[in-house]
């Protein structure tokens, strides 16, 4: 079975569509509409350059142009973290510890994926390795995102309770107990309520893409089963990963507060 192409004019049909967010917008006073444009503007560039590129990439099957683009992807959703956080800390504390997990993280679970589950030839295929870094980063980052931000937020908030129970010589992870869990539910809960959804409410999207463009529904069901899998273990680890860096930065070796780290 062959896939429907849409043309330039079925893409322009179903943009309309964005007006209706325009209009509740407006309607209710929400003051999204700039936003709501350049976004839009700004996700419709993106992925039709990234298409270009693609198609580019893989033609080549060059290591060289997959692993690159594959840092790039990295080095651009670790900006994404670092602009989601409401408590930015100064320098490159904050962009280091959210690219750095999302390195170690992606490249972990998609060689998984490359190397014991896909087994593609060569490796370093493209068309496999790019989509599937690409969906593990992607979830990844928020659950990354979330758990920084609510550590942040309630360490600030906390601020007194804390410190007493340093004072008392709690070490820090004992005294940040209840906060790094918080941290660690917040930024885990979207995956877990995805999982939850899946198949019965929603069609994944990985999944539908496939079975439109005429793959098997229990091929695409394979495939989407291995990806939640694997973005699941990728946001368990990312989040972990985050809040632990993220306690180290606002604490020292004496286990002491250091919030002067924390941009005002």
């Known amino acids: 079975m062959d896939y429907i192409n849409l043309t330039f004019f079925d893409l322009a049909l179903a943009s309309l569509l964005i007006l209706i967010n325009g209009g509740i917008s407006l309607a209710l006073g929400l003051g999204l509409e700039r936003t709501l444009f350049i976004n839009t503007v700004r996700m419709t560039v993106q992925l039709v350059a990234i298409g270009f590129v ?5 033609m080549q099957t060059s290591p060289i142009w997959t692993l690159g683009l594959a ?16 408590h930015q800390l100064k320098g490159v504390r904050a962009y280091g510890l959210g690219a750095t997990t999302l390195f170690c993280v992606g490249f972990i679970c998609t060689l998984f994926a490359i190397f014991l589950l896909l087994e593609p030839e060569p490796w370093y295929s493209p068309r496999y390795f790019l989509p599937v870094l690409g969906m593990i980063i992607g979830n990844t980052m928020t659950g990354i995102g979330l758990g920084m931000e609510t550590l942040t937020t309630s360490v600030k908030r906390d601020l007194k309770l804390i410190e007493d129970r340093l004072s008392l010589g709690q070490p820090r992870f004992i005294a940040l107990g209840e906060h790094i869990r918080k941290a660690m539910k917040t930024g885990m809960m979207p995956i877990i309520n995805a999982m939850a959804a899946s198949g019965i409410i929603s069609l994944p999207g990985m999944m539908t893409g496939q079975i439109i463009s005429g793959v098997d529904p229990i091929e695409a069901t394979k495939y989407q089963l291995m990806i939640m899998f694997l973005i699941a273990g990728g946001t368990a680890l990312g989040t972990t990963g985050g809040v632990v860096g993220m306690v180290y930065l606002l604490t020292d070796e004496r286990h002491r507060l250091r919030l002067e780290r924390i941009k005002s």
Request: a positive charge; zero cysteines.
């Open 54 to 58: 693609l198609k580019f990439i893989f």
């Open 71 to 86: 840092l790039i992807m990295i080095a651009l959703a670790g900006k994404e973290i670092l602009n989601r956080q409401t």
